[in-house]
């Protein structure tokens, strides 16, 4: 198991080396020059000329990569040109307000998601099963700003049950935060549920063939005990897969979420640096994000080599 | 099955079985009807709409649906309905070429790793891992905003997004795939890599990589829906779903319609584009059927 992991963890930081070359090089690929871009119509040659200078613009890309990368390893990502702060810290402010959201999202989806797969797969064929298998079709089809507009409508607007959009910490008011986070929740949660409910429900009827099963029907044991314990501690591998894919679309539907119900996070504050061409930022968000994602992908992984004996030795 | 007189080659029975086993599905045979009703749509938009999708008429701005404005009118008193209509043009649009982008580059790079193996395979399949490790909505977000949006910013930006997983899929068929004797027999034969990888390996593979074409037409069009609604992708004046919701979204209270209307529309396309992908896998992965 611990040559798995430090397999895993190496294979990881390569990845994130890569990471770091491919964000880099978006803007290094990009149209035109990023400076003069930033700084917009008005800027005079010199202005343009001295930022160039400045983000080391004027240098070979590979002196140019390294120098970015070896201030992103002591956590400099440089100055926001739309902000004008440290990226750094206005990391530290959003970071936490997204992740807030996404973690409840993905307790919700997994809990009623992989709960609502297995009474379908206990059903198959039945009204229950029929209808959540309905509404899961619908879960992945619908956009996430659809679902953050109807609740607006219905549940802000109409019934006046919460606030229409906003963010406030959970430290400061707690009620009100939680009041406005429910909607952005489930919005967040809606396509994840029915993701993890297919997945469930088709990986359950899987298990349900294979012969441990019939032996532990023949051998008289209850329904309770054969899916508890036997189905769905197997049934569960390949959730465990998805539910790494899982945090992909999640951090995904974060950036629209924050735009419908106006959160300040990390997806608003990358939607509004592409709107004001601030590179650096962006640059920054996606390695952030790109790292983020493969530490869930590394624990994803070890878990699964723990569900799993037979993957530790590939 | 029946004993046929003329026996048709196994590429034949094996469609007219495809194509068989989807039309036993009402929901798969409905998602067809909706993706065909919308393809004649878009082709005969001018036809179909009752005004052009730019017309302004500023003296009837924001007005609620009536029967000379089904959907009512938006803040440019532009007809509601007759910009749905057009909207599908880019859905589709945005859809098909984006997919058959991601489809075509992926795919081309996986059979090169999977075929070659050794370094070119280490450096195609590293580097795919890495993108696949950013979200696509963020690779998305970040290249529409170096590109600076519009339609080949979109198309470009989606493509690579959902390239990763044609390349995965690809390698990990060929990988399996050329261990087979027709290839050996192929290669003493005297056929060239190029003639093995796109006679031999190429079709064989195919059949996943179908299923997950089909699917990931309603996922692009998710996502340009997405991109559009975020304000980095089509642009206005041109209609699409995405940015229709999103600057109806301002008069949500008194004019619900308007955002709601097309965000609906994108749902009911990428729902039929889903269920005749989940028909297309059932018909092509036996193991698979009815358990999903």
């Known amino acids: 198991m611990t040559s798995f992991i430090i397999r895993r963890l190496l294979l990881t930081i390569l990845v994130l080396v890569i990471i770091s070359f491919i964000s880099f090089l978006l803007v290094f690929l990009m149209p035109g020059d990023p400076a003069a871009a930033a700084l917009g119509l008005t800027a005079s040659p010199t202005q343009i000329a001295e930022l160039r200078h400045e983000l080391w613009l004027d240098r070979p890309f590979i002196v140019q990569y390294f120098h970015w990368v070896s201030n992103v390893v002591r956590g400099d990502f440089g100055i926001s040109l739309s902000y004008r702060d440290p990226i750094i810290d206005i990391f530290k402010e959003r970071l936490p307000i997204t992740l807030y959201l996404a973690l409840w999202a993905f307790i919700l989806s997994t809990i009623v998601g992989i709960a609502a797969g297995i009474v379908c797969a206990i059903r198959r064929g039945g009204f229950l099963d029929q209808t959540i298998s309905v509404l899961a079709n619908l879960g992945i089809s619908v956009p996430i700003f659809l679902l953050g507009i109807l609740g607006i409508y219905f549940f802000a607007l109409k019934l006046n049950w919460l606030p229409v959009m906003g963010w406030t910490s959970p430290v400061d008011d707690f009620l009100l935060s939680t009041r406005q986070a429910v909607m952005p929740v489930i919005a967040l949660a809606i396509p994840g549920i029915a993701m993890m409910a297919r997945q469930t429900r088709s990986s359950m009827l899987e298990v349900v063939r294979q012969d441990y099963l019939r032996t532990a029907w023949s051998k008289g044991l209850k329904e309770r005990q054969v899916i508890l314990r036997h189905a769905i501690k197997n049934a569960l591998i390949p959730i465990v897969t998805l539910l790494g894919l899982y945090v992909r679309v999640l951090v995904g539907g974060s950036v629209i979420v924050e735009q419908v119900f106006n959160v300040p996070g990390m997806g608003r504050l990358l939607v509004y640096a592409s709107f004001s061409n601030d590179f650096i930022t962006i640059q920054a968000g996606v390695l952030l994000i790109g790292a983020i994602v493969c530490a869930a992908n590394l624990i994803v992984d070890i878990s699964y080599g723990w569900l799993d004996p037979r993957v530790r030795y590939d | ?158 493509g690579i997004a959902m390239m990763p997983t044609y390349c995965r899929l690809m390698n990990g068929q060929v990988v399996t795939l050329k261990q087979n004797d027709y290839v050996t027999a192929a290669r003493a034969g005297g056929a060239s890599n190029q003639r093995i990888m796109f006679t031999h390996l190429l079709p064989n593979s195919l059949p996943p990589l179908m299923v997950l074409l089909s699917i990931n037409l309603g996922t692009a069009i998710l996502m340009e829906a997405s991109l559009s609604y975020l304000g980095i992708g089509i642009l206005p004046p041109v209609p699409t779903w995405g940015n229709m919701t999103q600057s109806g979204q301002q008069y949500l209270l008194i004019l619900p319609w308007m955002s709601i209307a097309p965000g609906v529309a994108i749902m009911l396309l990428v729902l039929a584009f889903n269920m005749v992908g989940d028909g297309l896998r059932d018909a092509l992965d036996p193991r698979l059927r009815g358990t999903l």
């Open chain 2, 1 to 158: 099955m029946a004993i046929e007189m003329e026996k048709p080659t196994p590429r034949v029975t094996e469609l007219r079985r495809t194509i068989r086993v989807m039309s036993d599905r009402p929901v798969v045979v409905a998602g067809a009807i909706v993706v065909f009703l919308v393809i004649i749509v878009a082709i005969f938009a001018p036809f179909i709409a009752p005004y052009d999708y730019n017309d302004q008429n500023l003296t009837d701005r924001l007005q609620s649906p009536s029967p000379t404005h089904w959907l009512g009118t938006d803040a440019l008193g532009r007809d509601v309905f007759s910009r749905l209509i057009y909207g599908t043009r880019i859905s589709l649009l945005v859809g098909i070429v984006a997919v058959s982008l991601a489809g075509a580059v992926g795919m081309t790079l996986g059979l090169a790793a999977g075929y070659f193996g050794g370094w070119i395979s280490n450096i195609i399949m590293r580097f795919i891992d890495a993108l696949l490790a950013l979200p696509p909505m963020i690779l998305m977000l970040a290249i529409a905003a170096m590109m600076g949006g519009g339609l080949l910013s979109v198309l470009i930006s989606i």
